[in-house]
């Protein structure tokens, strides 16, 4: 999914983008009013803010991570928003920004976090500190997919967000996971597919897999909704 093969399908995703060639409802729905949404949600403000400390401490540092864009930001506050999951699972947060925005849609939503090096990144444990009584975090993925089977309630599609495989040696039980959780009607979303080989790789074996339900993409962020209902579509997308 390079710089060139994005050139060479731009025009194609962003016609899709505007909803052309779509006849799911479903997919439709999601990709103008969800994805591709313009008008300003609630939660906005606080994410701004959140993203907006972060990088301005980002920026006395020599060495940082590269923060999440704010418009993939209000994308994935949308994301979830829309499927309201009471119980999140999410691998990795560097600056606790992704975290702080998938909880905002809802003051009830808890959320499980595999960050073993949450420790030793002072901002985002700052960040973060204001919603720590709704944030589980493990240090490793076995424990933290373990709390969120438990956690989660059986009337309520699971929802995991992937940022990062902070636990290296945890690929495959992750990977196998991933696929309980498309066998079980969830929501999986990806990010950071252009930058790591490793959820290029996760992203790409999700996709074969799943065999009810649709996948969108943009090439750098992914989402599958698995669920009967759906006729299997995978859609290349500008967004």
Avoid at 203 to 229: D, L, M
Wanted: aromatic share 10%.
């Amino acid at each position: 999914m390079g710089r060139i093969h994005r050139l060479r399908t731009a025009l194609s995703r962003h016609h899709r983008s505007a909803g052309f060639g779509i006849h799911s409802p479903f997919a439709f729905n999601f990709v103008c009013n969800v994805l591709g949404e313009r008008l300003p949600y609630y939660g906005y403000a606080a994410i701004e803010a959140t993203r907006r400390e972060v990088v301005e401490a980002g920026m006395h540092r020599l060495h940082h991570a590269h923060v999440i864009s704010l418009s993939n930001a209000k994308m994935l506050f949308r994301i979830v928003n829309y499927f309201a999951p009471r119980h999140i699972l999410q691998f990795g947060t560097n600056h606790g920004v992704t975290a702080v925005t998938v909880l905002l849609p809802s003051s009830a939503a808890q959320l499980c976090l595999c960050e073993p090096l949450l420790g030793s990144r002072p901002l985002a444990s700052h960040v973060l500190q204001p919603y720590m009584n709704r944030i589980h975090v493990h240090s490793d993925a076995s424990s933290a997919i373990a709390a969120y089977c438990h956690a989660l309630q059986y009337d309520q599609p699971p929802f995991v967000l992937v940022n990062e495989i902070t636990d290296g040696n945890a690929y495959k039980a992750i990977e196998q996971f991933l696929y309980t959780i498309l066998d079980d009607k969830g929501i999986i979303v990806m990010r950071n597919l252009n930058k790591d080989k490793q959820l290029k790789q996760l992203w790409a074996s999700c996709e074969r897999y799943v065999h009810a339900g649709q996948s969108f993409t943009n090439e750098k962020i992914g989402i599958i909704v698995a669920t009967p209902k759906l006729q299997p579509e995978r859609f290349n997308l500008w967004f």
